[in-house]
């Protein structure tokens, strides 16, 4: 595995757990392509450039709160630019305060110590329901 690539991608895992948006998106390429392919409603399918990106984050404003990131597992693939990320996403949704689980699978392309490409596969149906009122 790319020792570079999976650095950067453990540094994006833990800028977003840390919720420090400034380090998340230092990390990304200005012309970033982030995908939410199974997502929920309201959520765009994708987004091109560091600042729609920047643009989406500051106006969910951190719907949830993450205390953990758990079972993590990066993949090896054989573009040394491309990880696949599995893990446990815990934490409490804001609005609600009910907590939230989620096991998403990220797919990252790395490129000059950047993330150029973010698809992130979320199950969407948990966090309908720690929003539902």
């Known amino acids: 595995m790319n020792t570079r690539t999976t650095k950067v991608v453990e540094e994006v895992m833990a800028a977003s757990l ?5 380090r998340f998106l230092a990390l990304m390429a200005p012309d970033v392509v982030v ?3 199974y997502r929920p409603e309201g959520v765009p399918g ?3 450039g560091k ?3 920047a643009a989406f984050l500051a ?3 951190g719907v949830i709160e993450f205390h953990e990131y758990a079972d993590v597992e990066l993949h090896q693939t054989l573009d040394p630019e491309v990880v696949i990320v599995e893990y446990v996403a815990r934490g ?3 609005a609600t305060g009910r907590p939230f689980e989620q096991r998403p699978v990220a797919v ?3 490129r000059d110590g950047q993330v150029v ?3 992130d596969y979320i199950n969407p149906l948990p966090l309908m329901e720690a929003l539902r009122p």
Request: net charge positive; proline share 4%; hydrophobic share 30%.
């Open 117 to 119: 490409s973010y698809r």
């Open 51 to 53: 600042r729609a990106f």
């Open 59 to 61: 106006g969910s404003g």
């Open 46 to 48: 994708e987004l091109r």
């Open 92 to 94: 409490t949704v804001k």
């Open 108 to 110: 990252l392309r790395v």
């Open 35 to 37: 995908e939410w392919p």
């Open 18 to 22: 840390a919720g420090d948006t400034e």
